[in-house]
T-cell receptor, first 109, second 115 residues
């Protein structure tokens, strides 16, 4: 049983489209992070959200932490081919980062 | 600033053999983590060091896995004997002081294939 469920697991879209990736749990987290991982590389931290209801923007990426700190979403506006990769959410619980299984995003030109 | 270094990048071994992975964290980072990432899954924490002391090894299969960080800098993760289900990418990460968990910098990983 996955503590953090990400959906969808796979997403293939055309350049210019918008998309949203979800990260859901029945557990509460102290904070939640989003990472992007490219093939053959380690995950790279995109953002950390700490407060319930918090919204952070990073250029075309918008991250939201749920009010109850159990879920989060990542929205990408006008996707580009360079956004292709594995997107991972990770929640901090009990002093440990718990990762979701990831969403594999493919943006086609 | 140099990132987290790991070697080797790839390793293929037969089951029941032993293997070791090496990690050198970012300079000045006291906290070091080893993660296992099985294909199609997110990373799973195996062990966390603070300087040369173990903070959390609750998910480390201690009958076959061991890790050390003798001088509080670089670290080695060993598997002996390896099983087929150990095939995965082994990621090392480090955190700057005071930013543990909030900022983790990952190395490129070692892809292990056990045949």
């Amino acid at each position: 049983t996955q503590l953090l469920e990400q959906s969808p697991q796979f997403l293939s879209i055309q350049e210019g489209e918008n998309l949203t990736v979800y990260c859901n749990s029945s557990s509460v987290f102290s904070s939640l992070q989003w990472y992007r991982q490219e093939p053959g590389e380690g995950p790279v931290l995109l953002v950390t959200v700490v407060t319930g209801g918090e919204v952070k923007k990073l250029k075309r990426l918008t991250f939201q932490f749920g009010d109850a700190r159990k879920d989060s979403s990542l929205h990408i506006t006008a996707a580009q081919t360079g956004d292709t990769g594995l997107y991972l959410c990770a929640g901090l619980q009990g002093g440990k980062l718990i990762f979701g299984q990831g969403t594999e995003l493919s943006v086609k030109p | 600033e140099a990132g987290v270094a790991q070697s080797p990048r790839y390793k293929i071994i037969e089951k029941r053999q032993s293997v070791a992975f090496w990690c050198n964290p970012i300079s000045g980072h006291a906290t070091l983590y080893w993660y296992q990432q099985i294909l199609g899954q997110g990373p799973k924490l195996l062990i966390q060091f603070q300087n040369n002391g173990v903070v959390d090894d609750s998910q480390l299969p201690k009958d076959r896995f061991s890790a050390e960080r003798l001088k509080g800098v670089d670290s080695t993760l060993k598997i002996q004997p390896a099983k087929l289900e150990d095939s995965a990418v082994y990621l090392c990460a480090s955190s700057p002081p005071g930013r543990e968990h909030y900022e983790q910098y990952f190395g490129p990983g070692t892809r292990l294939t056990v045949t």
